[in-house]
């Protein structure tokens, strides 16, 4: 089994959720890797499937993807290129349009501004999970929704959860882990 954990925007492997969960994962044997991205006027669609490509060949039936907030849109473009199915997603705070927030539009333009290959997407993973908090500063329930209604996704409103990151209190995420202990039995 492993998990990939991707971040958001500007974001790292050290910030919110992501330590806390990596280390639970790694209680019960469970490889996760969590790479760090390009960020800044690096990031770009193009720039992050090259940060990953390493780790193209280990992706397998036994893999689960998890992004938050532009995480989701890197790993929805990533199920579009693999001819692998995958176990499952868990999609945090997910969007694939712009937000109306000028300095992330112009950061997010390449992860966003596609056509999304759905059928292929959902070719390549069939068990989608979305969270979507209904006081996200920055991306909107419909927005998550979106994500949800084309990918066939359950879809988690966590009430008060802001942008599930440190700054909203986020530090770990139990309902989360929960899920994917679920998905991996």
């Known amino acids: 089994m492993k998990v990939f954990i ?6 790292n ?31 770009s669609l193009s720039s992050w499937l090259e940060s990953f490509q390493p780790y193209i060949g280990r992706i397998d039936g036994d893999c689960i993807f998890v992004g938050h907030s532009l995480g989701p849109a890197f790993i929805l473009s990533v199920l ?13 705070a997910p969007f694939v349009s712009k937000l109306g927030i000028e300095q992330f539009d112009k950061s997010n333009k390449t992860f966003v501004e596609k056509e999304f290959n759905w059928e292929k997407i959902k070719t390549n993973c069939t068990d989608f999970t979305v969270y979507a908090s209904d006081n996200d500063p920055y991306v909107s329930l419909e927005r998550s929704r979106f994500v949800a209604d084309h990918t066939d996704a359950k879809f988690k409103v966590v009430h008060g959860a802001g942008h599930f990151n440190a700054a909203a209190g986020y530090t770990k995420f139990k309902q989360l882990l929960e899920d994917i202990k679920s998905a991996l039995q």
């Open 6 to 11: 991707i971040h958001g925007t500007n974001g």
């Open 80 to 92: 579009e290129q693999i001819d692998t199915r995958i176990r499952a997603a868990f999609l945090v």
């Open 13 to 43: 492997s050290k910030e919110n959720w992501f330590p806390w969960l990596k280390e639970e994962l790694e209680k019960t044997n469970i490889e996760t890797i969590v790479p760090d991205f390009p960020t800044g006027d690096m990031q």
